[in-house]
């Protein structure tokens, strides 16, 4: 990667600098960026985790309402509507995260990791694009 993509990226929970560049290149829409950085997700657990934890922050928060009580399944909180939007893979990472924490701000994604990592190239790389998409929906 010979070039930089600046952006105005607000992805506050994903903190891991692979995963934030995988984000900005997905946002400037550079293919060759986005293949790498794809690689790279699949290939190293810290910045899928880093992904993954943003993702279910930034869908607990969306999701949930004044009845919510944790440590809740993501999957539990959501809408109907919004899971029908997920690949079925992805829909079965989902139901291993778990939203902790007083007010919903803890992540436990390790039984979604493990999860993941069982499943074919394909069907992680769908994971990969629904964890991506769920993240930037609301960006630039």
Not at 20 to 38: P, Q, S, T, V
Not at 59 to 84: C, G, I, K
Request: proline residues 5%.
């Amino acid at each position: 990667m010979a070039h930089r993509h600046p952006s105005k990226l607000t992805a506050e929970h994903v903190v891991h600098p692979g995963a934030r560049r995988l984000l900005k290149a997905e946002l400037a829409n550079c293919a060759e960026c986005r293949a790498h950085g794809d690689a790279d997700a699949l290939a190293d657990p810290e910045i899928l985790e880093s992904l993954l934890h943003g993702f279910v922050l930034k869908r607990a928060e969306q999701w949930r309402n004044r009845h919510s009580r944790y440590p809740v399944n993501l999957y539990d909180l959501a809408p109907p509507d919004e899971l029908r939007f997920l690949h079925i893979p992805t829909r079965e990472v989902v139901r291993l995260c778990v939203v902790e924490g007083r007010a919903g701000d803890r992540v436990e994604t390790a039984g979604a990791l493990m999860e993941v990592g069982n499943l074919t190239g394909e069907d992680r790389a769908r994971v990969l694009g629904d964890i991506i998409d769920g993240i930037l929906e609301d960006e630039g």
